[in-house]
């Protein structure tokens, strides 16, 4: 898992030279599925869906004062007690035990970022010291090399022995700052002003500091930087996984937590909307029984990959996971089962103006619901959106396709009333539109 990887910066959706030539490797030699979504739009719920194959609002864990319900049963005890020695090593400080992601794991390795203040970082008192500058919410973290080295010295011990190991690589997060050469690959910053440091995009989006044109291009030459940083390494991973003789057995996935904006609908960072920067993310799936270079274009979600790969593994999850298997298109032909892709946000201590977002998206069609109630109890706000006609959803349909928007509404409204009455503490339905 790469964190706030945007879609559009893996493969062939880039028009200029290729920032991934690694991960385009193994989607040539794999599968690519071209509209998988998030499930919101910051680290805390997404991976837990990752992990557990449910939406947030089903695995519990949706601001950061919560954790993965008990009953929320993921990857790693499944395949731990199928006999897989299992390992996670991550690098995002918000990825912790405490919050419920270690279970499950032999080990877990989270080593890469201090302790103290970071690892309160949703509180109060340390968004006023990162304010003031006294906290930098980056400090210490591991870049994708040391992830990758740490990986690759757990996977030597492990013999011929079956494995699960889950990587969360922190680039190309903010504050983008790729090493040499990667710093200057894509732009050497003349002309800029403003320096990339610990903050920097918290204080754009605040006010506090003015951006350039040519200030913007830096923040985003640094960012591809770093991009590119993570796919070399990811090449490290891969090409220490072929020198073991494992790389032909192991079912690799890559995939992002979420995106990042760079001003696509005049923002920073994560953490304040659900349109495609940000919920729009890379998935490439290769190894054994997956037809190379397979390209597939139906609707996907992180909810998808639990049950994909237990399926691949031949386990069967013994609950109800909110994803489907997307095994047999990868390895039968079948077609990508078609239904409605669901995504959500409340936003208690987040970047937002508003404190309750959720999204609904079929075939094209994606329609987006706000409310300033966090438990949606107050009127929402919806717009609807045709993603192939506007990809950059910036044209609202539903005052010219009314029936249409109240078809998509009615189907996001139903998904959320159906949670809220299993009593989940998810945002009720909608009380009008």
Same mark, same amino acid.
């Given at each position: 898992?790469?964190?706030?990887?945007?879609?559009?910066?893996?493969? !062939?959706?880039?028009?200029?030279?290729?920032?991934?030539?690694?991960?385009?490797?193994?989607? !040539?030699?794999?599968?690519?599925?071209?509209?998988?979504?998030?499930?919101?739009?910051?680290?805390?719920?997404?991976?837990?869906?990752?992990?557990?194959?449910?939406?947030?609002?089903?695995?519990?864990?949706?601001?950061?004062?919560?954790?993965?319900?008990?009953?929320?049963?993921?990857?790693?005890?499944?395949?731990?007690? !199928?006999?897989?020695?299992?390992?996670?090593?991550?690098?995002?400080?918000?990825?912790?035990?405490?919050?419920?992601?270690?279970?499950?794991?032999?080990?877990?390795?989270?080593?890469?970022?201090?302790?103290?203040?970071?690892?309160?970082?949703?509180?109060?008192?340390?968004?006023?010291?990162?304010?003031?500058?006294?906290?930098?919410?980056?400090?210490?973290?591991?870049?994708?090399?040391?992830?990758?080295?740490?990986?690759?010295?757990?996977?030597?011990?492990?013999?011929?022995?079956?494995?699960?190991?889950?990587?969360?690589?922190?680039?190309?997060?903010?504050?983008?700052?790729?090493?040499?050469?990667? *710093?200057?690959?894509?732009?050497?910053?003349?002309?800029?002003?403003?320096?990339?440091?610990?903050?920097?995009?918290?204080?754009?989006?605040?006010?506090?500091?003015?951006?350039?044109?040519? *200030?913007?291009?830096?923040?985003?030459?640094?960012?591809?930087?770093?991009?590119?940083?993570?796919?070399?390494?990811?090449?490290?991973?891969?090409?220490?996984?072929?020198?073991?003789?494992?790389?032909?057995?192991?079912?690799?996935?890559?995939?992002?937590?979420?995106?990042?904006?760079?001003?696509?609908?005049?923002?920073?960072?994560?953490?304040?909307?659900?349109?495609?920067?940000?919920?729009?993310?890379?998935?490439?799936?290769?190894?054994?029984?997956?037809?190379?270079?397979?390209?597939?274009?139906?609707?996907?979600?992180?909810?998808?990959?639990?049950?994909?790969?237990?399926?691949?593994?031949?386990?069967?999850?013994?609950?109800?996971?909110?994803?489907?298997?997307?095994?047999?298109?990868?390895?039968?032909?079948?077609?990508?089962?078609?239904?409605?892709?669901?995504?959500?946000?409340?936003?208690?201590?987040?970047?937002?103006?508003?404190?309750?977002?959720?999204?609904? +998206?079929?075939?094209?069609?994606?329609?987006?619901?706000?409310?300033?109630?966090?438990?949606?109890?107050?009127?929402?706000?919806?717009?609807?959106?045709?993603?192939?006609?506007?990809?950059?959803?910036?044209?609202?349909?539903?005052?010219?396709?009314?029936?249409?928007? +109240?078809?998509?509404?009615?189907? !996001?409204?139903?998904?959320?009333?159906?949670?809220?009455?299993?009593?989940?503490?998810?945002?009720?339905?909608?009380?009008?539109?």
């Amino acid at each position: 898992v790469a964190d706030t990887l945007r879609a559009d910066r893996v493969g !062939a959706r880039r028009s200029g030279p290729t920032l991934t030539p690694v991960i385009d490797g193994l989607a !040539a030699g794999g599968a690519t599925f071209e509209n998988a979504s998030s499930t919101a739009s910051w680290d805390l719920p997404t991976t837990a869906s990752i992990l557990t194959g449910l939406y947030p609002s089903d695995h519990g864990l949706q601001r950061r004062t919560q954790r993965i319900r008990p009953e929320a049963i993921g990857l790693a005890p499944l395949l731990r007690d !199928a006999g897989y020695e299992t390992a996670a090593i991550v690098a995002d400080r918000g990825i912790t035990a405490e919050a419920g992601f270690a279970r499950g794991f032999d080990l877990w390795d989270d080593t890469g970022y201090s302790e103290g203040i970071q690892r309160h970082l949703g509180t109060p008192m340390a968004t006023a010291l990162r304010r003031l500058g006294l906290c930098a919410p980056r400090d210490g973290d591991t870049p994708a090399g040391g992830v990758v080295d740490r990986a690759l010295n757990w996977l030597r011990g492990t013999g011929n022995r079956p494995f699960f190991l889950y990587l969360h690589l922190m680039d190309p997060h903010a504050p983008y700052a790729p090493p040499p050469p990667y *710093d200057t690959m894509y732009g050497d910053g003349a002309g800029a002003s403003l320096r990339m440091v610990p903050g920097t995009l918290e204080a754009i989006m605040d006010g506090q500091l003015r951006v350039e044109p040519e *200030d913007f291009d830096a923040l985003v030459a640094l960012y591809d930087g770093e991009v590119s940083y993570m796919d070399s390494k990811i090449g490290d991973l891969l090409g220490g996984l072929k020198s073991m003789g494992r790389m032909e057995s192991t079912l690799i996935v890559f995939t992002s937590d979420q995106g990042e904006e760079l001003i696509d609908h005049g923002g920073l960072g994560h953490a304040h909307t659900l349109y495609q920067e940000l919920v729009h993310v890379p998935l490439v799936l290769s190894g054994p029984g997956i037809a190379a270079g397979s390209v597939l274009d139906g609707n996907v979600s992180q909810v998808d990959l639990a049950p994909t790969i237990l399926e691949a593994v031949g386990l069967t999850p013994p609950a109800p996971m909110d994803g489907v298997s997307l095994w047999g298109a990868l390895s039968r032909n079948e077609p990508v089962p078609a239904r409605d892709i669901f995504m959500e946000e409340t936003y208690t201590g987040q970047r937002s103006l508003v404190h309750a977002i959720r999204a609904a +998206r079929r075939g094209n069609l994606k329609i987006i619901g706000s409310s300033f109630h966090a438990r949606g109890e107050g009127p929402w706000d919806w717009a609807l959106y045709d993603l192939e006609a506007d990809p950059k959803e910036s044209t609202r349909l539903e005052g010219t396709q009314p029936e249409v928007a +109240r078809e998509m509404i009615g189907a !996001a409204e139903e998904w959320m009333a159906r949670r809220s009455s299993q009593g989940d503490g998810g945002s009720p339905a909608p009380s009008s539109r």
